[in-house]
């Protein structure tokens, strides 16, 4: 018979899930910074590890205000986009397509987040956990921020650069 799941269970999966997948991030932001040869996005990379690491901190706050003990897991998609990222760094040359293709990595992962925090603030309001809804809110904001900022790198300075390339 299949285990009985609650949606608190549903909620304690996703929040442990996407503390692997920030984790993740942290060693893979570094990276994708040296990658790259546009020095803005580079600085994008370093700003949004150091953001990073406080949505870490912040699901310890999420973590604390309601109650809930995290489980021991890997995000497999995490590892799959980052494998992605390293793939694009193996196999072009550093400049400005390699630039674009880091771009597009690291927007996947923006849009994995986007989604991931927006079911979290939602799970968390329907638990009652408002002060972890308020924080998740916060963490999705950024993710959106991030990802606003590489779209308007893309289209104001590396696409160009990129289609300079013969
Ligand atoms: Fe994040």
């Known amino acids: 018979m299949a285990k009985k799941t609650t949606l608190t269970d549903l909620f304690i999966h996703a929040l442990s899930d996407v ?10 932001l570094p990276k994708l910074a040296r990658a790259a040869t546009n020095p803005d996005l580079a600085a994008a990379f370093e700003t949004h590890l150091e953001e990073t690491q406080g949505q870490i901190e912040r699901i310890d706050q999420v973590v604390e205000s309601s109650g809930v003990k995290l489980k021991r897991m890997k995000c497999a998609a995490m590892e799959g986009l980052v494998e992605e990222g390293q793939e694009v760094i193996d196999e072009l040359d550093k400049g400005p397509v390699l630039d674009a293709a880091l771009i597009g990595a690291a927007q996947k992962v923006e849009h994995y987040e986007i989604a991931t925090y927006g079911t979290l603030c939602v799970l968390a309001k329907q638990l009652g956990f408002n002060d972890a809804a308020k924080l998740l809110a916060e963490t999705l904001q950024e993710e959106k921020e991030t990802d606003r900022k590489l779209t308007v790198l893309a289209e104001q300075q590396v696409n160009d650069e990129a289609a300079g390339v013969a």
Request: zero cysteines.
């Open 19 to 28: 503390y692997s997948a920030e984790k993740q991030l942290t060693k893979a």
